[in-house]
């Protein structure tokens, strides 16, 4: 029998062994972001597909926000709840159909990029893309992305970045032959624009492209004036990206201490020459003990030497990211590699306020470590007994194989994930919460299970963990109150003392208004502990006018406190000034719902705001007399 060789062949390979690697893992369930990206989030369940619904989901990654917010991502959520509702079997199976199309694409795009004269030429491409696209879907560290279905929003932006490498590719190869190129290099604006409508990591694409011209493309073009032009345009690109950055970017985003973090910038980027030579070791050597998902028990880095491991770090970072420049026409491929794994960190390992480390960042880095080491195993002379290499490459990629099926079949069973996070994480106080769910979930919703007992043992317990969120207090609360125990003050009043003092993540306005939903559902909670843990919120962050109008709702209708109403739609009125929209339908709302004062006083602090002028008080005047 001939060895596979064929394209159609090989892409069958691929779809099939990648669907085996991830099959056990669909029955899984929702975890982490999930839960309030999708699972409480009722703007994406949707009942029809009509626009109006599309378009509010779309816009409802972020409350009071526009189309701007990974709308194609967040709509692609709705379509899910109407064929599934909140099934996380359909949700986790449209992840791996996407999967699956970015690995036919790699095997693409790498089967180009080795097709190359300055890689190798045709010979051996099909068979080496093939393998380096089936290792790189099946690959263990890609498990977590693939069925978390909230980093759907990386994956179908990535589709998206793939096509447009392609397309610059194809439009590149057409010009150095001095063919019509422009139709394929101008397709790569509409295809970036609809991968940041999925996630803006796909901003990344410049760089990428970059990397492409420094290592195999080499700026080449027919004419020495065209290859010129070629350079200078990216020369300038740079410059202008570089005074953006330092000009604009960096004053924007850098902090001696970031609100929503236990560090500042510096250490921020200190600690990702920490975490950078982690994924490396996590894409060389995925061993199941180091990949926990979750690393809120990662101490951030003070200086070089706190810990050492900073420094080291930093120094393999700059021999690799130096030697792929001075390599670069030696060895294209490898160069082309390491920049691609750096320039696919750009974004997330840079001075944003971004958590310092997720395994989802890695999905296309993962291509570049394994562009460099084929670079590096084509290299290895072994003429007498090529053979050898192919079985090595072989074993490598069936051992990844198993441990990603392993790992699959681990995320495919709730509790079995929950446990397996929490035994490898124990100072995690995101996987001890997650553990307790699942005690909480094995209740069945009655009071007497002996599984309330272990929830609430175990939510205390993430509760006290150091620099642990509110999540396991919430948890403990919400646990107590529906098992119709008493709830102790000093979970309560640990809780508030967090907002106040403790690091305010998102996990910390979701889980409030967590708090704040189960209220509405009649849940005995003490209203004047949930009001004090707002109002402590409130104090120290700006949250989206969609925060407040629904507290604002809450106090109104469930308290019956006007007085706090009033101030509360007047701060709804000062967020949402670069919202009017928003604001003159807050007004509408409390007018339509018979709300005359609270529905005054918005539009008074909007028009000493300078807005909603166009609405005149004597309106809501009118329609209170008509009352």
Request: aromatic residues 10%; charged residues 15%; neutral net charge.
């Amino acid at each position: 029998m001939k060895p596979i060789h064929r394209t159609p062949l090989w892409a069958a390979l691929l779809l099939l062994v990648t669907v085996a690697v991830y099959w056990p893992g669909l029955s899984g369930g929702f975890i982490f972001d999930d839960i309030s990206t999708i699972v409480d989030n009722e703007r994406v369940h949707a009942t029809t597909l009509d626009a109006e619904s599309l378009i509010r989901a779309a816009r409802s990654f972020e409350p009071g926000g526009t189309l701007g917010s990974r709308p194609i991502a967040m709509s692609s959520f709705a379509v899910d709840y109407v064929f599934g509702e909140l099934d996380p079997w359909g949700y986790k199976l449209v992840g791996l159909l996407v999967h699956l199309a970015n690995t036919l694409l790699i095997f693409m795009l790498v089967r180009r990029l080795l097709s190359l004269p300055s890689v190798g030429g045709e010979a051996w491409a099909v068979a080496a893309s093939g393998a380096v696209a089936l290792l790189w879907a099946i690959h263990p560290l890609q498990v977590s992305t693939v069925l978390y279905v909230v980093q759907r929003m990386e994956t179908l932006s990535l589709t998206f970045v793939l096509l447009a490498l392609l397309a610059y590719l194809r439009g590149r190869n057409l010009q150095q032959q001095g063919r019509r190129a422009w139709p394929w290099l101008l397709a790569c604006l509409p295809l970036v624009g609809l991968g940041m409508a999925a996630k803006e990591s796909a901003i990344l694409f410049p760089g990428y492209a970059l990397g492409l011209e420094l290592t195999v493309l080499g700026f080449a073009a027919t004419s020495a004036r065209t290859a010129r032009a070629w350079r200078w345009s990216y020369a300038l690109a740079v410059a202008a990206a570089a005074a953006t950055f330092l000009l604009l970017i960096v004053p924007q985003y850098w902090s001696d201490g970031y609100l929503t973090r236990n560090f500042g910038t510096t250490e921020r980027l200190l600690t990702q020459l920490r975490v950078l030579p982690m994924y490396l070791g996590q894409i060389l050597l995925p061993l199941p003990g180091s990949m926990p998902f979750y690393y809120d028990h990662l101490a951030p880095s003070r200086g070089l030497l706190e810990p050492a491991t900073t420094l080291l770090g930093g120094l393999l970072l700059t021999a690799l990211l130096l030697s792929a420049l001075a390599l670069r026409r030696r060895v294209p491929l490898f160069a082309l590699g390491v920049l691609w794994f750096f320039a696919a960190h750009a974004l997330t390992s840079n001075v944003v306020a971004l958590e310092l480390v997720f395994e989802h960042r890695n999905y296309f880095a993962l291509l570049g470590v394994l562009l460099a080491l084929t670079d590096l195993v084509r290299r290895i002379p072994m003429r007498d007994s090529p053979t050898l290499k192919y079985i090595a490459v072989a074993a490598v990629i069936a051992g990844f194989g198993v441990l990603a099926v392993i790992r699959a079949s681990i995320w495919g069973d709730p509790f079995l994930l929950a446990t397996d996070l929490a035994s490898k994480n124990p100072e995690s106080g995101r996987a001890s919460a997650d553990l307790a769910a699942a005690y909480l979930e094995m209740t069945d919703g009655h009071q007497n299970s002996p599984f309330n007992d272990f929830a609430m043992r175990e939510f205390e317990r993430g509760s006290l963990l150091p620099g642990a969120s509110i999540v396991s207090d919430q948890g403990l609360i919400l646990t107590a109150a529906q098992a119709g125990r008493p709830i102790k003050d000093e979970w309560w009043l640990r809780l508030i003392d967090k907002v106040k003092h403790g690091t305010l993540s998102p996990e910390t306005t979701g889980a409030l208004f967590g708090l704040l939903q189960n209220r509405y559902k009649d849940v005995p909670l003490n209203d004047d502990h949930l009001i004090d843990a707002f109002l402590a919120l409130f104090s120290r962050a700006s949250l989206p006018p969609y925060s407040y109008t629904q507290f604002g709702d809450y106090v109104l209708v469930k308290v019956g406190d006007e007085q706090l109403a009033d101030q509360v739609f007047a701060l709804a009125m000062e967020r949402s000034q670069a919202h009017p929209d928003y604001a003159r339908k807050i007004v509408q709302v409390l007018r339509s719902e018979g709300h005359l004062r609270q529905a005054r006083v918005a539009l008074d602090r909007a028009h000493e705001l300078g807005m909603l002028m166009e609405i005149s008080r004597d309106d809501l005047d009118v329609d209170d007399q008509a009352n």
